[in-house]
């Protein structure tokens, strides 16, 4: 099988696990209203999606080496796809919560896994054009929900929109389990965590924080907070999402041309400016400047550090390690 299409099919995963990411946030408000829970507890909901993730992550070391990356990436989609398929047909709240945390499972695996891989193998544009994708699931998952929450349809239909295409993805990933190489025996040491690892951790943390305060948030405050319509909010938050994925769009063609420490230095410097103009917001297309500059200024960051991350730990530890930097990732979105 040729390396393109292993390639492309890891696109098409981060396409699909950027989805309901961007459609959540969307969907919030009208879930909380069928089910009477007070528009706070979509922290509850993200809190439940990142346990999953984030005890899935962590161990994306042990699960490739038992059983390799190709069938962790058929399983990760199984997951995925019952959690989408549960949010859709949940009759009471706690199974909206249940549902979210086995997505967040399947979705902890591919990312760490697939993370993993193109750090292993390809080089810096494949991980930015990799996490683009993401960015372009994030954006089209949004845009997507509004559909069915202005519609007169449901936000189940949302979900279940959204576990159709991951369940087609789920087959890609069984057709071509074996491409994605073999399981490797355990490395000595590779579950260390050194001040590296520690400081890497910390920055995984704050990043993800951010971003899914921005992606997740942003719909309810300027829907429920501002008085901004359905229609425009999620415009806004599409827009934030579309943002992110043009930067990394960009980054991927700038390929190795752009040095790392100058590109997270501009990121984050652009990620601030525009979480200054969404709080500040005189007039309501100010915010919304600000969450463009805020997608733009995270593009970088978490593809960049990821690439890093074999240089400065070295290669056998790198998946694990991985998987620890996404699970520090998780906790930054609950906080």
Aim: hydrophobic share 55%; aromatic share 8%; net charge positive.
């Amino acid at each position: 099988m040729s390396a393109r299409l292993v390639i492309g099919i890891a696109f098409a995963g981060f396409v699909a696990l950027g989805l309901p990411e961007g459609a959540t946030g969307v969907a919030w408000p009208s879930i909380a209203d069928e089910f009477g829970r007070p528009i706070g507890q979509l922290g509850l909901l993200i809190a439940a999606l990142v346990v999953g993730y984030s005890v899935a992550a962590g161990f994306i070391g042990p699960i490739t080496d038992r059983v390799g990356l190709g069938w962790a990436l058929v399983g990760s989609s199984a997951a995925s796809t019952v959690g989408l398929f549960g949010m859709a047909l949940a009759p009471t709240w706690p199974m909206v919560v249940v549902a979210m945390a086995v997505l967040g499972a399947g979705g902890g695996v591919v990312d760490a896994g697939l993370n993993a891989h193109v750090a292993l193998e390809r080089g810096a544009r494949v991980m930015h054009l990799l996490h683009a994708s993401f960015g372009v699931g994030a954006t089209i998952g949004p845009a997507l929900m509004t559909l069915f929450v202005v519609g007169s349809t449901s936000w189940r239909w949302g979900f279940g929109a959204i576990g159709v295409v991951q369940l087609g993805l789920g087959v890609l990933y069984l057709r071509t389990r074996t491409a994605w190489g073999a399981p490797e025996p355990p490395v000595p040491g590779r579950r260390r965590v050194d001040g590296a690892v520690v400081l890497s951790l910390a920055v995984f943390a704050v990043y993800t924080g951010l971003e899914v305060a921005a992606g997740q948030w942003a719909f309810s405050v300027l829907s429920e907070g501002r008085g901004v319509s359905a229609g425009a909010a999620g415009l806004a938050v599409t827009g934030f999402w579309g943002a992110l994925t043009l930067g990394r769009l960009v980054a991927g063609a700038a390929g190795e041309r752009w040095r790392p420490g100058a590109t997270l230095s501009a990121g984050l410097a652009l990620s601030v400016l525009g979480t200054v103009l969404f709080w500040w917001a005189p007039v309501m297309w100010v915010g919304a400047v600000g969450l463009l500059v805020v997608g733009l200024g995270l593009a970088p960051i978490f593809p960049m550090l990821t690439l890093l991350t074999p240089m400065r730990v070295g290669r056998e530890r790198s998946t694990t390690v991985i998987g620890y930097q996404l699970t520090a990732a998780s906790i930054g979105a609950v906080a």
